[in-house]
């Protein structure tokens, strides 16, 4: 190959050849220092495509998991209400049973009414007061629980829980509503007709707290499925954009090696072509 002045191929060819090993040494650093595969769009256009997709649908996965413990989060709260309800109402069996007693005086009768009085009205106060987030727990209004892995419209779905409004005239279940707002304990006859009253009151109470179980349940196995999903879609996602750590570690030191001999041999084809001055001497 005959020397050239006009131009400087080795250098070009070295100079190219540096440039395709820096621009390879920059991204194993990137890669190294993200720990992702894929830093840019060049990388991997489809698999950068793929891997959005995937964490749109993590995203969404994640919050629905969030709706759902709090669907759980309420509806436990209208558990411990009704619990409470149910001691209450206990407390009425005993006051009733007492005044049905014939030994009790008329006397006596009128402070157990009373205390009767205020478990009805202890009752309507959790009704009425009970809240989760700032909304009543006890409405006719179903509770709506949006689930959804936003890949498409037939992935939403929503589990509904309706737990139904509360108070003393208004215990029901399934069908069956009792009134206590009317009962009294003031006299033999009246305790017994109210014990019955509220002997059924507890049944329905239970009823109630079996049918928010069931949506307790229903809403944590529903969390327990999104959080294998979550688990599975991520588990996707890094095998797609996670960079391999060992093979890139390799690579930084082939090219680092690369880029030195690169800058040297560019260094050297450089020098050459000035060896055709001491033709002139």
């Known amino acids: 190959m005959a020397i050239s002045l006009l131009n400087n191929i080795s ?52 919050q629905s998991a969030s709706n759902a413990n709090d669907g759980v989060g309420a509806l436990q709260v209208s558990d411990g209400a009704l619990a409470q309800v149910t001691t209450l109402l206990n407390r009425a069996v005993t006051l009733a049973t007492e005044s049905a007693n014939g030994t009790v005086s008329d006397a006596q009768r009128t402070a157990i009414n009373a205390e009767f009085t205020q478990i009805k009205a202890e009752i309507d106060r959790i009704g009425s007061s009970t809240t989760f987030n700032g909304t009543s727990v006890f409405t006719a209004t179903s509770t709506d629980i949006f689930l959804t892995d936003a890949s498409s419209a037939s992935a939403n779905s929503t589990i509904s829980v309706t737990v139904g409004s509360l108070a003393s005239n208004a215990i029901g279940y399934n069908g069956s509503t009792i009134d206590l707002s009317g009962d009294s304990l003031t006299s033999s006859t009246t305790a017994t007709a109210a014990l019955a009253d509220i002997n059924n009151a507890i049944s329905n109470v239970a009823g109630l ?23 599975n879609l991520t588990a996707a996602q890094d095998q797609i954009t996670a960079a391999n750590i060992p093979q890139q570690v390799t690579n930084l030191s082939e090219y680092s090696i690369l880029n030195q001999s690169g800058i040297s041999a560019l260094a050297q084809a450089n020098s050459a072509q000035q060896s055709i001055l001491k033709l002139l001497q």
Request: charged share 10%; net charge positive.
């Open 11 to 62: 250098a070009l060819a070295a100079s190219n050849a540096l440039q395709v090993t820096q621009t390879n040494l920059q991204k194993t650093l990137f890669q190294l220092s993200s720990g992702s595969r894929i830093n840019t769009g060049a990388d991997d256009a489809a698999g950068l495509a793929i891997a959005n997709g995937l964490q749109a649908n993590v995203t969404a996965l994640t």
């Open 209 to 231: 707290r079996g049918t928010i179980g069931a949506g307790i349940n229903r809403l944590q196995s529903a969390a327990n499925v999104i959080n294998s999903q979550i688990q």
